[in-house]
């Protein structure tokens, strides 16, 4: 996808709708974090150096408060988690690790300096940047922005992206279809999948299997930041949407991978418009968003470097392919994440097994067999 760029165009959101978005500017730490050396644990704030001994207790700390004396040799200082250091202090020992007779602490064991404490700044240093552009914005990205005090970010615009589906077999999903018909799942999926990778999808028409239908669709398409269609990308009689975009000018950067399913996808460029023709089979559709129209939604939502969601996890049982195209197959990868099933299927039309997947199984081109308790690849939708 390194043809595909950034839309670089920016709006500010309300920090409650940043969620998802990917964020346009560099956020700096408005003070230091912590702003004091922070204790991490409840006990006491002591000199490492009078330790093992029994101190003084001269009084205590909580989170929220400050105290107004320096600790002195022999000295210690009661303090919760999440309290300033008093000054002098250069260490905590957890309360567990104590024993209190009257005004003196008993500790029995020595601690370095710096001990369950977090210093001044140790998170992030005033001034400096704690999140980049080009980041997407989840619930830890919401707390720094928050954190920091801002009620408002610049993220970069959502693009459009038109969703198209080809084909005389085709019908909305509010009809009833004949028994050689089939209802428009395609759309839906894409619309799906489009908007978990950060866009507005907008379903266009369904286009018939002639010329003026699919030209006409195909037109209003690239009024969205990308196109993605569904099914005429084949080599049949009927199948005439890389046709319709040769008349377009198009540049094809690919009209075929090596995967299976999905090997007739097309990508390419109409002037400045990208575009995506998947395959028509369900499953097809599914595997080839994943793989390449999610990056260039990322990417034209200004993600710089997309990543495809590869794991590794060990078979369950025995596994075989036929070589020569890379398959991702639907499978069942365990609540741990440590094991992989494949999930039977009837072939690139059977939605329903995806359905019941909840992973893809990765079988490299070049390698005809796996047993059970082997390492593969796995894809994560």
């Known amino acids: 996808m390194r043809e595909v760029r950034s839309l670089n165009a920016t709006e500010q959101v309300s920090l409650c709708d940043a969620a998802g978005r990917v964020i346009a ?24 150096a009078d330790l093992p001994g029994a101190l ?27 309290a300033p250091m008093p ?59 928050a954190m920091t005090g801002r009620e408002r970010v610049t993220v970069y615009r959502r693009p459009r992206v038109a969703i198209l589906s080809t084909g005389d077999e085709i019908v909305d999903l509010r009809e009833q279809p004949r028994e050689f018909e089939i209802r428009n799942s395609n759309a839906w999926s894409i619309a799906a999948q489009a908007r978990s990778a950060g866009a507005i999808a907008e379903m266009l028409p369904i286009a018939r299997d002639h010329h003026e239908s699919t030209r006409e ?30 008349e377009f000018g198009a540049q094809f950067f690919f009209d075929r991978v090596l995967i299976q399913p999905g090997q007739p996808a097309v990508f390419g460029r109409v002037r400045e418009k ?41 078979l369950s049982r025995d596994f075989r392919h036929k070589t020569g195209l ?33 992973a893809f199984l990765v079988a490299d081109s070049d390698r005809e067999s796996w047993s059970a308790g082997e390492d593969i690849r796995v894809l994560i939708p």
């Open 87 to 145: 000054r002098g202090a250069d260490a905590v020992v957890m309360v567990e690790h104590t024993r209190r007779e009257g005004d003196r602490v008993i500790i029995e064991r020595s601690v370095q300096a710096g001990d369950n404490f977090t210093p001044r700044g140790a998170e992030a240093e005033r001034g400096k940047a704690i999140l980049r552009a080009g980041s997407r914005i989840g619930f830890a990205q919401i707390a720094v922005l």
């Open 217 to 246: 669709l195909i037109a209003r398409g690239f009024e969205a930041d990308l196109l993605v269609i569904s099914g005429g990308v084949s080599a049949g009689k009927y199948d005439i949407v890389e046709r319709v975009l040769a």
């Open 326 to 358: 890379t398959r991702f197959l639907p499978a069942r990868l365990s609540a741990e994440g440590s094991t992989i099933a494949p999930e039977p299927w009837q072939g690139s039309g059977d939605i329903s097994a995806v359905a019941r997947s909840n």
């Open 274 to 314: 990208f575009f995506f023709g998947l395959p028509g089979n369900p499953v097809s559709t599914l595997v080839t968003f994943e793989l390449f129209a999610r990056a260039a939604i990322e990417k034209l939502s200004g993600i710089e470097e997309p990543a495809l969601p590869l794991t590794r996890a060990k």
């Open 25 to 48: 500017e560099d956020v700096a730490a408005d003070r230091d974090y912590p702003p004091f050396d922070r204790s991490a644990r409840d006990g006491f704030a002591i000199r490492a």
């Open 56 to 82: 003084r207790v001269i009084g205590e700390v909580r989170a929220g408060a400050m105290f107004d004396r320096a600790v002195a040799a022999g000295e210690a200082v009661e303090i919760m988690t999440g």
